[in-house]
């Protein structure tokens, strides 16, 4: 009976021996992280001048309709 457990604990001394060192290190290399890269949006090269032209556009207009005529005052000038 003593060699029959002698024999099944070296059994399984040597299959946990040989699992041990199976497979060789684990490496982990860490890799960096995906950096993303966002597209400027291009502009015309009327892009920065839409809102002064538009603001020029504005104020011409009110001098324009300007209702204060001196020219045709009905006051006579004798």
């Known amino acids: 009976m003593k060699k029959l457990t002698a024999l099944v604990a070296t059994t399984a001394l040597m299959s946990s021996a040989m699992t041990a060192f ?4 684990v490496v982990v290399v860490d890799e960096p ?14 892009g920065g001048m839409l809102l002064p032209a538009l ?3 504005a104020i011409i207009a009110l001098i324009a309709s300007d209702d204060n005529d001196d020219s045709t005052d009905s006051t006579p000038n004798d």
């Open 55 to 57: 603001g020029a556009a």
């Open 33 to 46: 992280e995906p950096v993303a890269v966002v597209a400027a949006e291009e502009t015309g090269s009327m």
């Open 22 to 25: 199976a497979g060789g290190p």
